[in-house]
T-cell receptor, first 114, second 108 residues
Framework: EAGVTQFPSHSVIEKGQTVTLRCDPISGHDNLYWYRRVMGKEIKFLLHFVKESKQDESGMPNNRFLAERTGGTYSTLKVQPAELEDSGVYFC????????????FGPGTRLLVL | GIQVEQSPPDLILQEGANSTLRCNFSDSVNNLQWFHQNPWGQLINLFYIPSGTKQNGRLSATTVATERYSLLYISSSQTTDSGVYFCAGMDSSYKLIFGSGTRLLVRP
């Protein structure tokens, strides 16, 4: 069974540009989460989808971040326009329908905004 | 919301040594997970352990939910164990709250 996959693995962009990150959860997992670790800080929650619906987006830092999960399969996280402080590692995780279950993490996307 | 604290923040071991990493959480959690972030930045699931004890090879973990702590034991450490170890508690809204991690360096 394939794990959570993320694309791209790395992205280097200039301040003001747009970047779109993609996450493919484990097949059959209804719950999809986005987290990020900015430089030297803790890993923090961004948002949670149940199927195609946003269940909790309390961790989204501001309106420059837009997440979608059309059709309840893969998800995208767009940052527009990117700022220097957006640099870090963005992780995606998925879990089965029972939300108390283990969250399985993808390898992350390393974003560097110059 | 819950807070998760890990100790020690940094740990240096000689290959073959044993170690214990601690995770304290401020309130009841629905779930407790331990992760290893390897040098490539990937988060590897180690344990899902809301309570009790589990073992996987040289690693084992114990969570005492009533006392709000969890321990990760690494025995006979190897250089490949180096990296950052995170614990994370799941709060009532099902999001994981991470500790700040323990950075482990195992020297040959």
């Amino acid at each position: 069974e394939a794990g959570v996959t993320q694309f791209p693995s790395h992205s280097v962009i200039e301040k003001g540009q747009t970047v779109t990150l993609r996450c493919d959860p484990i097949s059959g997992h209804d719950n999809l989460y986005w987290y990020r670790r900015v430089m030297g800080k803790e890993i923090k929650f961004l948002l949670h989808f149940v199927k195609e619906s946003k269940q909790d987006e309390s961790g989204m830092p501001n309106n420059r971040f837009l997440a979608e999960r059309t059709g309840g399969t893969y998800s995208t996280l767009k940052v527009q326009p990117a700022e220097l402080e957006d640099s870090g590692v963005y992780f995606c995780a998925s879990s089965q329908l029972d939300r108390g279950q283990t969250q399985y993490f993808g390898p992350g996307t390393r974003l560097l905004v110059l | 919301g819950i807070q998760v604290e890990q100790s020690p923040p940094d740990l240096i071991l000689q290959e073959g040594a044993n170690s214990t990493l601690r995770c304290n959480f401020s309130d009841s959690v629905n779930n407790l997970q331990w992760f290893h972030q390897n040098p490539w930045g990937q988060l590897i699931n180690l344990f899902y352990i809301p309570s009790g004890t589990k073992q996987n090879g040289r690693l084992s973990a114990t969570t005492v939910a009533t006392e709000r702590y969890s321990l990760l034991y690494i025995s006979s450490s190897q250089t490949t164990d180096s990296g950052v170890y995170f614990c994370a508690g799941m709060d009532s809204s099902y999001k994981l709250i991470f500790g700040s991690g323990t950075r482990l360096l195992v020297r040959p």
